[in-house]
């Protein structure tokens, strides 16, 4: 979405502030994040005795970790009678050609950022989709792709291997929870595995847009590499989880 005039005005390391009247906001409909119920309160509950991450909202977590982020900054947008603290607004790196001089961006909407849960630590990385956002966390030695669903959170471990994140398990995280269990997984066994002859005619089955591929592949490592390299070129996220899960699948 392009808007001359507020292109002019963000500034990429500040937040700004625009009137209502300036702006050239997206519908309802095509808000990424839906309606949802209050939001979750991470001091509400004790801390599991296994390990886990606190999850945090959106809205906070976002003030807070924007700066380490290039293709996106936050726009404050001062409107009456909306709520500042549930609806955030991101003005994101586009690829367009430039506005008067500046690079161009597209705005995103989420509605209810107060209640969408993230995980409560620093990302590397944030790209903003049609049906949601993506973050990717490094946490101790693996890697977490988290992805913002209308109903939560879908967080995917990873072993980082070959500088490949290698998923290995999914965990579903609803609004309310208040902390994400952190499963582990023998990065030693994974890459054993990765080792291993593919099963070609399982893999076709489980993803059918592999075929025109499938004699170039040979090991479980190929596969792997072809897939995550399919996954970096779509910007949807349930074909991102789909991809996810097919790795798991072949890896089980």
Known sequence: MENTNLSEMIKDQDPAVFEAENLDLPSEESMPIEESVDAPEPHAEAVPEVESIQTAPLNVWFEENSAAFNNISQVK?????????????????????????????DLQVFKNADSQPVLNIPANDMQIYNNGFRLIYQYDDLAIKAYGVRTGLICVFCNIISDNLVPYSVVKVKKKDAFVPVPRCSSEEVTAKLALNADLEAVQLLYKQISKSISELQTNSSVVS???????EVTDINHHLQIDNVIIDILS
């Not at 603290?85 to 991101?90: A, G, Y």
């Not at 072809?226 to 970096?232: A, M, V």
């Open 226 to 232: 072809w897939l995550l390299t399919r996954q970096s």
């Open 77 to 105: 947008v001062a409107i009456r009678g909306i709520n500042p603290n549930k609806t955030l607004i991101m003005a994101v790196l586009d690829g367009g050609p430039e506005v008067d001089g500046n690079p161009s961006r």
